[in-house]
């Protein structure tokens, strides 16, 4: 299911006008409705600033999970592999992983910012998660 999609059934089924979104993630209304639309993709932030306040992963707003979690890759003809870089930094990973934070941090920083972002989304998702089981208001979706 595409972004846009998802997008706007979220925001109808909270009963939300796309300048009720746009205040609260602090957007403008016609960036919504050029999301919506799919006139214009979301940046990074913004995508995570959406997920943060429909209380959904970003891969679920990307089409990329479903509604249990399944998380899906899609490949077209014109999606390429990993970059010898890339499979380089996955490689040298499983060879010798870190095993304190200075090293991990090390490596983080390393990465090509969308990897950066990409895991910074899952730990941000995991943390959020552990607070609300922590504080007993976690949600089974």
Not at 13 to 19: D, E, G, H, M, V
Not at 76 to 85: D, F, H, P, R
Request: with cysteine.
């Amino acid at each position: 299911m595409l972004f846009k999609v998802r997008l706007k059934e979220l925001r109808e089924c909270r009963n939300l006008s796309q300048k009720q979104v746009a205040d609260a993630c602090g957007l403008s209304h016609t960036c919504v409705c050029q999301l919506e639309t799919g006139a214009r993709n979301p940046t990074g932030t913004t995508l995570f600033m959406l997920a943060d306040f429909f209380e959904v992963s970003t891969d679920y707003l990307l089409g990329r999970e479903d509604d249990f979690g399944n998380i899906s890759v899609y490949r077209t003809e014109n999606s390429s592999a990993l970059s010898a870089n890339e499979q380089k930094i996955i490689d040298a990973i499983r060879e010798n992983a870190p095993f304190n934070p200075v090293e991990w941090v090390s490596l983080y920083a390393g990465l090509p910012s969308y990897m950066q972002e990409s895991i910074f989304a899952e730990l941000k998702g995991m943390h959020l998660g552990y607070k609300a089981a922590k504080n007993g208001k976690a949600v089974n979706k």
